[in-house]
């Protein structure tokens, strides 16, 4: 029997939420929750959804669920997953996990309380060209690396899908720079300090639109992480991450257009490695949906599997914890340590 899943906002995103869980093996979404009536209603009527609901509360008072999908915006993901632990049920929330990692610490909490499995819709760990940067270092033809460079700028309008983000004090960090702190420790490892500065470009927003940061990771690995939201830049690489990575032995750089080039001892080899074009997917969107894809598939198999999920609520408090590193860094100028 596939999972039942109950997904809780349908705004700009969680479209991608639910043409993925039309692939996802194994699990199906059989309830939708919104507090707007015109999204509840596209929603279920776009993904063909009866059991629709204004309030999560009486979605899950009324619906039988494996597990509860939410997208919403960050400042409800406490209230709405501590809610579905309450009722026993397993959450994936997306990315921020909370605005603070005071807030992502209690609903670790809880979930742990409860003995529910707890995942973050933290999908830039799997995009596919993500993946390949991984398996590059995992072959060892590099060595250890020690240094990493991972960049994000673009001029991409994100604003005009998200309104939300002109409004934030914290900015990009949080909303984009989480995703790349997250590669950092996923493709070098744990962090042992940080250091950042920050600056705002655009006009009509309140938080920084740039942000440079610089972490010495636990093994000695230096890493450069960088991302705008205000580069004028053509072309422009929205949404793709760069990055290349030094080792002792070789070098490893993920270019514009998903193109992979590993040198090493042995020569060098160039391979693209991009997503696949889904079918409800359309450029430049492609790559990150795809990931929503995998992100998704990888839950499912997990609560199938009784398995720990990745990256799961505790993990993501790690990623967390640099987020909040690198608003103090930038906030004092000091290197800030994290804490082991
Ligand atoms: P949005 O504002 O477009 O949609 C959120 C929806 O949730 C709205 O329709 C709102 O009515 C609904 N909602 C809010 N609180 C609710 C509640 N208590 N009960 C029921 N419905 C509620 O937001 P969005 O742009 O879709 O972003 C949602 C989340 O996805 C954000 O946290 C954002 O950071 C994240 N996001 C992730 C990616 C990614 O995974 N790469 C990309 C874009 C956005
Ligand atoms: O992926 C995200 O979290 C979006 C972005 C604009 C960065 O794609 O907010």
Not at 129 to 157: E, K, Y
Not at 286 to 298: D, G, L, P
Request: with cysteine; proline share 5%; charged share 25%.
């Amino acid at each position: 029997m596939a999972l039942r899943g109950g997904l809780i906002g349908c705004g700009f995103f969680a479209q991608n939420h639910l043409h993925a869980w039309g692939d996802v093996d194994g699990a199906d979404i059989v309830a939708v929750c919104d507090r707007d009536d015109s999204r509840l209603k596209e929603a279920g009527d776009r993904f063909g959804i009866s059991e629709r609901f204004n309030d999560a509360e009486a979605m899950l008072a009324q619906t039988d669920l494996d597990f509860v999908d939410i997208a919403t915006t960050m400042e409800t993901h406490r209230a709405l997953a501590e809610l579905c632990a309450r009722l026993g049920v397993p959450v994936i929330c997306q990315k921020p996990f909370a605005p603070t990692i005071d807030e992502a610490r209690a609903i670790v909490s809880t979930f742990a309380e409860a003995r529910l499995p707890l995942m973050v819709h933290e999908n830039f760990r799997w995009q596919t060209p993500m993946l390949a940067v991984r398996a590059a270092l995992d072959s060892g033809r590099i060595g250890d690396p020690f240094f990493a460079r991972i960049s994000w700028r673009t001029g991409f309008d994100v604003f005009a899908n998200q309104p939300y983000l002109a409004e934030v004090e914290r900015l990009i960090i949080l909303d984009l720079g989480i995703h790349l702190l997250d590669v950092s420790r996923f493709l070098l490892g744990e962090v042992e300090s940080l250091v950042a500065q920050v600056s705002r470009t655009r006009q009509g927003i309140r938080g920084e639109d740039s942000a440079t940061m610089l972490l010495k990771h636990v093994g000695g690995a230096t890493s450069v992480v960088d991302c705008s939201y205000a580069a004028r830049r053509d072309p422009d690489y929205f949404p793709e991450t760069l990055i290349e990575i030094d080792g002792p032995t070789g070098s490893i750089r993920l270019d514009p257009a998903f193109k992979l080039t590993v040198h090493w001892p042995g020569g060098t080899e160039t391979t693209e490695v991009g997503p696949r074009l889904l079918d409800w997917a359309s450029p430049p969107w492609h790559m990150v949906q795809e990931s929503v894809f995998n992100t998704q598939q990888h839950w499912a198999d997990c609560l199938r599997n009784s398995e720990a999920p990745s990256p799961s609520g505790a993990d993501n408090l790690r990623t967390m914890a640099l987020v909040e590193a690198a608003y103090d860094s930038a906030r004092t100028g000091d290197v800030v340590r994290l804490a082991d």
